[in-house]
């Protein structure tokens, strides 16, 4: 049996040559990548105001839930998530609300960025932890690991499918705020020489314990508030001009809000949650020790899906360039066409498997490993 790419690759040479394509992808960023950002968050807007727009008018309305949910995709995949990994940063001139140390900072986060997830958090659990330990037992979103304990539950296949989809639709608030915040708190622990923190499941979700009073003051409370209370009560005056009633008004975009936040969960968990899932992607054992081998491992630890124009991308949240991203998680989205082509020709030149499929068939497949079916590759089970 031949030696698996991973262990025979020139993996000095491998950064020699990604270096090489990002300097020649990023030369010349400017004014022009600022404006694409721009259009791209006027497309979210857009969504959203004509989602809010027309969810008064009547309740269980699919088409109102959509264009809500697809402006609060885009905030958080497109815009808040290559603000904050600071792709922006470097570009002269650039607003400071644009940037990683204005955009979603202090009472900013209520205009600028307003999910189940406190901005400090989400920066330290996806952009640093996340990132940076790819594959590994510290990445906090490596799903065959998350899947451990419920893989150990017996219960029917059927039942196992439920419980998934139940996730689906609610992950962003039952894993991601808890989530993100326990990688906040051990960060600040470990910053101030404190050991790890030690808390339950159930003392996480508890109010009348610290950890479970600040998912609850700062995640869950907030966002409840102004997306299901606050705004569908903006629209009592304009049920009561328009004689269908300010109740009613109110009511409908309640129901439809919540509609949307099923179809956000649905969708984001359909674009973050399979980008790094399959019995065709990589699981590491140790931590990297070189850039060459972290670019290996982004490559081979991730998943594109379909690329190639805006619209695409927009659906996708720009997570459709999973690959590039990872290895350049400072990428101004502008830059992503430009990239991806020259990455996935580099691969094929080194013989380097390049994942790119269709997210659906990802989904299946990040849906077999979920239910061990199938497990994911790993440098010890590949010939050396």
């Known amino acids: 049996m ?21 300097n020649e992808v990023l030369a010349d960023l400017g004014e022009e990548d600022f404006k694409y950002l721009k259009k791209i968050e006027r497309w979210g807007r857009i969504c959203t105001l004509i989602g809010y727009g027309t969810a008064w008018i ?22 808040a998530h290559h603000i904050t990994h600071r792709a922006y940063d470097k570009i002269e001139g650039m607003p400071k609300r644009y940037t990683s140390k204005g955009f979603a900072r202090g009472n900013r986060r209520f205009i600028d960025w307003m999910e189940w997830m406190l901005p400090e ?6 952009n640093d932890m996340h990132h940076y330990n790819l594959g590994e037992k510290a990445d906090p979103d490596q799903v065959e690991f998350n899947m451990e304990q ?48 030690e808390y339950s499941r ?3 979700w508890n109010p009348l314990k610290p950890e479970g009073r600040q998912l609850w003051s700062q995640c869950l409370l907030p966002y409840t508030f102004i997306r299901f209370i606050l705004i569908p009560l903006l629209f009592i005056p304009v049920g009561m001009l328009a004689a269908i009633g300010g109740a009613a008004a109110a009511t409908n975009v309640l129901i439809n809000s919540l509609m949307a936040e099923v179809f956000a969960n649905l969708h984001t968990f359909l674009i973050i949650g ?6 065709d992607l990589f699981l590491f054992e140790q931590k990297s020790k070189s850039k060459g081998e972290f670019y290996l491992r982004q490559i081979l630890g991730s998943t594109n899906f379909a690329t ?34 020259k990455v996935k020709a580099l691969c094929e030149k080194y013989g380097l498997p390049y994942c790119q499929e269709s997210v659906f068939k990802r989904l299946w497949k990040t849906l077999n490993v979920m239910t061990g079916k199938t497990t994911m590759l790993k440098p010890s089970t590949v010939p050396s």
Request: net charge neutral.
């Open 2 to 22: 031949s030696k698996h790419i991973y262990h025979t690759i020139d993996r000095e040479q491998l950064a020699k040559d990604l270096d090489e394509i990002r």
């Open 58 to 79: 009547i309740p269980f309305n699919p088409i109102s839930a959509y264009l809500i949910s697809q402006g609060s995709t885009t905030r958080w995949t497109t815009i």
């Open 121 to 126: 958090a989400w920066d330290k659990e996806h």
């Open 150 to 197: 419920f893989l150990n539950i017996k219960m029917p296949m059927p039942v196992r499918y439920i419980f998934l989809a139940l996730m689906a639709c609610t992950w962003k608030f039952l894993y991601y705020a808890p989530s993100t915040l326990k990688e906040l708190r051990k960060f600040k622990a470990k910053k101030e020489g404190n050991p790890e923190p």
């Open 202 to 204: 159930a003392d996480e």
């Open 274 to 279: 399979t980008n790094h899932v399959g019995d």
């Open 308 to 341: 190639g124009t805006d619209r695409i991308d927009f659906l996708h949240g720009w997570l459709n360039y999973q690959i590039e991203h990872h290895l350049w998680p400072d990428m101004p989205l502008s830059r992503y066409q430009r990239a991806q082509p």
